[in-house]
């Protein structure tokens, strides 16, 4: 039995959604080539209406309604990305829409999708738990659902995404896809392979939501914990999506919670743009093994930008530890006037900037004659930081470096 598309029905998507989807750019990124040794090409699908890629596939799915279900409505499910195409849509041609979110989706979605004239309704600790109250809610309510990925309609207008870069950049080597349920790349591979060949597809998901991995090989897997790509944070991957995947995906890479965070960090400070963790998760595969790629012109999906501004500060002053352009040093002093004065000096004289100071004096794991100073400064980057501290120690103290 075939596969649940064709390279027909993606053509047909793309001839179905163009003037109701933004064609976005497909970009080199030339400091990003230069980090990794690879041609890097940036497809910036958050710079859709509700950045990410998903508009796509929900697009599609609704204008093949036929009038009656229109009129009843439609439901999904949705960690946020999805949720919001499929409102934004939906109201857009009239049709009444419920999305089911889980309870810990990220604030900044949730308002989103709910600004779009959909009902939301928060459920469940994880999506499948949402995706069941979305069955009663279907039921009860005579509603067509929208599946998220593991529908073929879903599929074929992800796949409209390969059909743009392969026309941007036809010389492109591979592509790397962020997977959830595997909608995404199930598209994409069907129209990349049917327009290059030879081009290689390579799958990308958090180290704590190995889920497709899992299913090729038929076996379940334990899919849990916090991630900062809560977009592609799917337990069970489609059905219908891994047949695709087992054909025409050459392999799928885990990459870790900080290789995430960097990536969001450089697409940020590099390219000046916002990618959720899902979002990154392409240039966090290449990050995690450059030399694979090395020489090669590499298609990354920048797949949405859907981030909450605190985690996204957070990620920021996380990233900025890691470089040591933020730096917290532990200090024995004497307990008298003058010893605080004269460690903010060498830091200033540095050119370093103090960020906080906590000055312990009650601690009864010194002598009652000293304290402890713990100081975060800022510098220009590591070798900076590290002449500060050279600098702290010539001065006669001791400081101990403390671990990010």
Not at 105 to 119: I, L, N, Q
Not at 353 to 370: C, E, G, Q
Request: glycine share 8%.
């Amino acid at each position: 039995m075939g596969l649940c598309i064709t390279f027909q029905d993606v053509i047909a998507a793309r001839d179905r959604i163009a003037d109701q989807i933004q064609a976005t750019p497909c970009l080199h990124s030339h400091t990003l080539s230069q980090l990794t040794g690879s041609e890097l090409y940036v497809k910036f699908e958050n710079l859709q209406f509700t950045a990410s890629f998903k508009e796509r596939g929900a697009l599609n799915r609704l204008l093949q309604l036929p009038a009656a279900q229109r009129q009843r409505g439609v439901c999904t499910v949705s960690a946020g990305n999805h949720g919001q195409a499929v409102a934004y849509h939906a109201h857009r041609l009239g049709i009444p829409a419920t999305i089911v979110m889980p309870r810990h989706t990220p604030f900044v979605k949730v308002e989103h999708t709910r600004s779009h004239g959909a009902e939301v309704v928060l459920h469940g600790d994880s999506l499948s738990e949402a995706f069941e109250h979305s069955e009663h809610i279907v039921a009860a309510r005579g509603l067509t659902f929208v599946h998220p990925y593991d529908d073929p309609q879903v599929m074929a207008g992800q796949g409209t995404i390969a059909l743009e870069m392969l026309a941007a950049v036809p010389q492109l080597d591979l592509l790397v896809v962020p997977i959830g349920g595997g909608g995404l790349i199930s598209g994409m591979a069907v129209a990349a392979k049917a327009m290059a060949p030879r081009i290689e597809i390579i799958g990308v998901q958090a180290e704590s939501y190995p889920s497709m991995p899992a299913a090729l090989r038929g076996e379940q897997v334990a899919c849990q914990g916090n991630t900062i790509a809560e977009g592609i944070a799917v337990k069970s991957a489609g059905r219908l999506t891994r047949e695709v995947v087992r054909e025409w995906v050459q392999d799928i890479v885990l990459v870790s919670e900080g290789e995430l965070e960097r990536a969001i960090a450089l697409l940020l400070t590099i390219e000046k743009t916002v990618a959720e963790g899902a979002g990154a998760a392409s240039l966090a595969a290449v990050l995690s093994s450059p030399q694979r790629y090395r020489g090669r012109r590499v298609g990354l999906i920048l797949s949405g930008g859907n981030i909450d501004p605190r985690l996204l500060a957070s990620v920021i002053m996380r990233e900025l530890v890691r470089e040591q352009r933020i730096v917290t040093l532990r200090i024995p002093i004497a307990d008298q006037p003058g010893a605080l004065a004269r460690v903010s000096q060498v830091v200033g004289d540095h050119g370093g900037n103090i960020l906080d100071v906590f000055h312990r004096r009650l601690s009864t794991n010194v002598p009652a004659k000293s304290a402890t100073l713990e100081l975060s400064f800022e510098a220009r980057d590591a070798g900076h930081a590290a002449s500060i501290v050279t600098g702290i120690r010539s001065a006669g103290f001791e400081p101990t470096v403390l671990p990010p």
